[in-house]
């Protein structure tokens, strides 16, 4: 199985080596990054699936000739133009393409680029961090992918992904309405991303100090109310599920939105706290601590861009 890695950071990174051990991958990355496992491999210390070295071929642009059976997406939305133009000639009408990517968004994306029958919807639950070049890191807790059909069309993508996963040794979980899964987890990194982005400081500190703690629960419950108008029987105990993990897990979540923030890199606010704000909007639904978030934020954002 040919399967292409857009691109080798830490969701694609992880899951893309791990899969190297029954199928044929190839990653796609870029500067240092690239230049390291090209040489080196690229080198897994993984709480989950131990430490080793992946030796997967790695490109700036995939070979001409190379057709991908499955592309996995997981570039950040402000990298979607120039990501699904490296990844377009290896493309058939036979690939299979995974959106892992954080947030909303992807899905119609990809599916206007490449035609919806050929576009899964999924999430990554990780927590993966990028380490020096060449090098990632898997902290261990939950380490699992989500997926689910946009259509009655796409069961044979989805039996032939269900049986990837499994022979890599992949947790999974198909799921029966994946619009419901997503929101599920924006729901979850709204709040973890938006207010460790906000507030500058690890999710431990928000969640021990209590005024930043109250708002972090008020955001949990103001996205959920979103959701609940768009996802037709969205799961009445995601708010009270997300809270007890949020708790439970506070001293080791990490963002990779506020990685980027602190780091000087443009982040992902349009397709997080942007697209809760954009959809309460349109709703009529007020989401004043996501339109805050997005607001603020969008001014860093923007310096990063430039």
Request: proline letters at 2%; one cysteine or more.
């Amino acid at each position: 199985m040919n399967i292409l890695i857009m691109a080798a950071g830490a969701v694609g990174g992880y899951f893309g080596s791990v899969l190297s051990t029954s199928n044929d991958v190839t990653f796609v990355a870029r500067g240092e990054h690239l230049r390291k496992i090209q040489e080196c491999g690229l080198s897994v210390k993984s709480v989950t699936s131990g430490n080793f070295v992946c030796w997967s071929k790695a490109y700036k642009e995939p070979p001409s000739e190379y057709r991908a059976d499955l592309a996995i997406f997981c570039v950040k939305d402000y990298q979607n133009d120039e990501a699904s133009e490296i990844m377009a000639n290896s493309i058939s009408d036979n690939t299979t393409i995974l959106t892992l990517q954080n947030g909303l968004g992807s899905g119609e994306f990809l599916s206007q680029k490449f035609g919806s029958e050929k576009v899964v919807l999924g999430a990554a639950y990780v927590e993966a961090s990028k380490g020096e070049p060449g090098e990632i890191f898997e902290h261990g807790g939950v380490c699992r992918i989500t997926f689910g059909k946009q259509s009655d069309l796409q069961d044979g993508r989805i039996k032939e992904l269900a049986n990837i996963f499994e022979s890599s040794n992949i947790d999974f979980t198909v799921s029966e309405n994946i619009h419901d899964s997503l929101w599920q987890k924006l729901v979850f990194i709204s709040a973890l991303s938006g207010m460790t982005c906000i507030t500058k400081s690890t999710f431990r500190e928000v969640m021990n100090n209590p005024s930043t703690r109250n708002i972090t629960i008020s955001l949990v419950r103001e996205t959920a109310s979103v959701a609940s108008e768009i996802v037709s029987n969205f799961s009445k105990d995601t708010v009270q599920n997300t809270i007890d993990y949020l708790e439970t897990h506070k001293n080791d979540l990490v963002s990779s939105m506020h990685q980027d923030m602190l780091s000087g890199r443009p982040m992902e606010i349009n397709a997080i706290n942007g697209a809760v704000s954009r959809e309460g909007k349109t709703l009529g639904i007020p989401t004043p601590i996501n339109d805050m978030i997005a607001s603020c934020l969008s001014l860093q954002d923007a310096r990063a861009r430039k």
